[in-house]
Every structure is written in structure tokens, then in C-alpha cells.
């Protein structure tokens, strides 16, 4: 039976709360009930910010926990991620937001060697 990511999730961490899902570096794992509460947390976030099914909200950051408890924050809010490549310059980023026209636009605070909420 194929899950939803936000299924699959829920499920893992019932059955093993404590068991790690992901490791991220070699002194951060992130147990399944951790990162189901993290992104528990970050969909009520989006519900606050009025992000709901069908909607589009953007990530402009690298590969990291944050990023993947925001993608399964967006499944449970029934939103679609859209990714933007942190190599992106201005004007590339001004055309994929142009382009992709999401709800809310999540950046990380440093993408490579710049200030990413300066460059947003």
C-alpha cells in the first residue's frame, strides 16, 4: 500500500516513537515522535498563516531539517512545496516566485555565502 509522506510519518512515529528517522550530521538524529511533534508545530504555524489545501508555499533554503519538517508540515496542510534552489540569483528567484506565485515564501537565514532574507 503506497502512504502520503504525512501518513507514513504519523504512523512510524506511533508505532516508534523513539526509534531515529533521520540523521543529520553525526550529533543530530531526530527520534520519529521528535520530528512528527516538529512538524505537528509547523502546520499549525501554517494554519496560522492561513496556508491550507491546494495552496503553493515556497522554500528557498539547502537540504536540512528544517526543510523536511516543513515539507511534511505543508502535506498535512494538504499545500504543495515548492523548492527554489539556494544557488538561485536574484532575478532567477524573481521569476520562479513570479512563475510558481505561492501562498508564503519560507527562506533560510544563510543560502551559501549570502543573507537570505536580505536577498528575498
Known sequence: MIHALDATVLEHAAQHPDRPLYAFDLD???SAGEFADLAGRRAATL???DVG???RI????ENSLDWLVLLA?????????VTLHPGLSTPELTTALARS???????ARRLRD????ATA
Open 47 to 49: 494554519a496560522a498563516l
Open 28 to 30: 543530530r538524529t531526530v
Open 53 to 55: 489545501r491546494g495552496d
Open 58 to 61: 515556497a522554500v528557498w533554503a
Open 101 to 107: 506565485r505561492p501562498r508564503r515564501l519560507f527562506v
Open 114 to 117: 549570502r543573507d537570505g532574507a
Open 73 to 81: 508540515a505543508a502535506a498535512w496542510r494538504g499545500a504543495a512545496l
